[in-house]
């Protein structure tokens, strides 16, 4: 009963149409800070966390989950080793999506109009299909081990060559051999298959896909690999197999999880993502304030009546109530307004994606949205919190006002 009734006079004294002009316009410049700052903390936050997904996503499609290399050494034994692995993951029940060898050979690619630093990436042919986010734009997938060996480009570096399906290319590889005339690279034939696109602009700029069998002819007919790949269904195991898959392997072999190899991108975007909810909840800070002013305000315009309720028996801690609840009315009104504007927005920047980015400064051609309930809920309870600490102080003030004096001199 007291409960509601404190409720009751909170809520006619922040929404009653009998207030003075100044403080029920000081009361909505409160609700409307409070609107913009829960807003804005919501779209900002959830453009980061699309970031971030959309990254996270691209990265996996592209990127293995968890990388076996040799430490020293050729690494040549990969078909016992990937047998080995095979059999100690269906021992360990951990589903896999794929596991293939791959080498990796760096070198200067030139066309007759460019040249570029390239990667060589040689795979097994039938496993370009595990590659999900490879869309190919031109030309075909079909790769041969057969000379000219045929290749597939990121978008970006045939058009930095000017090349397209069919053109021929030679690849230019720093394992080459000593001559009288000093060190000759080595010259290795190629040809354009198809095109492709990645959406990561470092990948498509750079990246070059061959046969594995081809890869390893380049290299000097050897069977050598770099590494194996391994895909499992759930990415984020990841982090916890690579331990236990480096100790059943042992020191020989050094194994890494795709979180480990991006963990500096990853805590960096995590940084951010924490900044900028620390900065824009300064936004809310001074919404705040703004519900310190109303506050004042209203008590100041409310003298009489708080000095009659302590005549007729009020306890300061029933004033205190009132006040905190009024400054908390303020609070939620702004904070759902701003929920629901902020919300609306990201509906609105998901559903039509009009804001565009630099396709070479970020892996994504639109601003990516994603709402994330903990975030918003996190953001609701942050601005209901300043909001009741905001009013505090005032309705303190308020609940120790003397009613004798109120009531004598006005």
Same mark, same amino acid.
């Given at each position: ?58 990265? %996996?499609?592209?990127? &293995?989950?968890?990388?076996?290399? #040799? @430490?020293? +050494?050729? !690494? ?6 990937? $047998? ?96 009288? %005339?000093?060190?000759? &690279?080595?010259?290795?034939?190629? #040809? @354009?298959? +198809?095109? !492709? ?6 990948? $498509? ?206």
């Amino acid at each position: 009963m007291l409960g509601s009734l404190e409720w009751w006079v909170a809520s006619r004294y922040v929404f009653s149409r009998k207030r003075e002009r100044f403080t029920g316009l000081i009361a909505n410049i409160s609700i409307l800070a409070v609107t913009i700052g829960v807003a804005a903390l919501i779209v900002v936050i959830a453009v980061m966390t699309g970031f971030q997904s959309t990254l996270k996503e691209k990265l %996996l499609s592209i990127t &293995p989950h968890i990388m076996i290399e #040799k @430490v020293s +050494g050729p !690494f040549i034994e990969y078909e016992k080793l990937a $047998d080995k692995l095979r059999r100690w993951l269906e021992k360990e029940k951990v589903p896999i999506s794929t596991l293939y060898p791959f080498l990796s050979l760096q070198g200067m690619l030139l066309s007759g109009t460019g040249e570029a630093g390239v990667v060589l990436k040689g795979i097994p042919p039938d496993r370009l299909s595990d590659l999900k986010n490879l869309k190919l734009l031109q030309g075909t997938l079909a790769l041969k081990a057969r000379s000219p060996y045929p290749v597939l480009l990121g978008k970006r570096l045939a058009a930095r060559l000017g090349v397209k399906p069919g053109d021929r290319l030679r690849f230019l590889s720093p394992r080459g051999r000593a001559t009288p %005339l000093g060190f000759m &690279p080595r010259s290795v034939p190629l #040809k @354009v298959a +198809g095109i !492709f696109e990645t959406g990561l602009y470092e990948y $498509d700029l750079t990246l070059v896909l061959i046969d594995l069998k081809a890869a390893q002819k380049i290299l000097g007919g050897s069977k050598q690999v770099t590494g194996i790949e391994l895909r499992l269904e759930d990415p984020f195991f990841s982090s916890y197999l690579a331990p236990r898959l480096s100790r059943e392997l042992g020191y020989s072999y050094y194994v890494v999880d795709w979180q480990t190899l991006n963990r500096s991108l990853f805590s960096a975007l995590k940084l951010e993502k924490a900044g900028m909810f620390v900065v824009l909840t300064l936004i809310v800070v001074v919404a705040a304030f703004n519900i310190i002013a109303a506050l004042v305000m209203l008590i100041s315009e409310k003298r009489p009546d708080i000095a009659l309720m302590k005549a007729l028996g009020a306890t300061e801690r029933l004033i205190l109530k009132i006040f905190l609840y009024c400054g908390l009315l303020l609070g939620v009104s702004g904070t759902l307004l701003g929920t629901t504007l902020g919300l609306t927005l990201c509906a609105l920047l998901s559903r039509y994606p009009i804001i565009k980015l630099p396709e070479d400064v970020y892996p994504m051609e639109y601003l990516p949205i994603k709402v994330e309930m903990g975030d918003v809920t996190l953001i609701i309870f942050s601005a209901l919190i300043l909001s009741l600490l905001a009013a505090a102080f005032p309705a303190r003030q308020a609940a120790k006002l003397p009613p004798a004096e109120v009531l004598r001199y006005g």
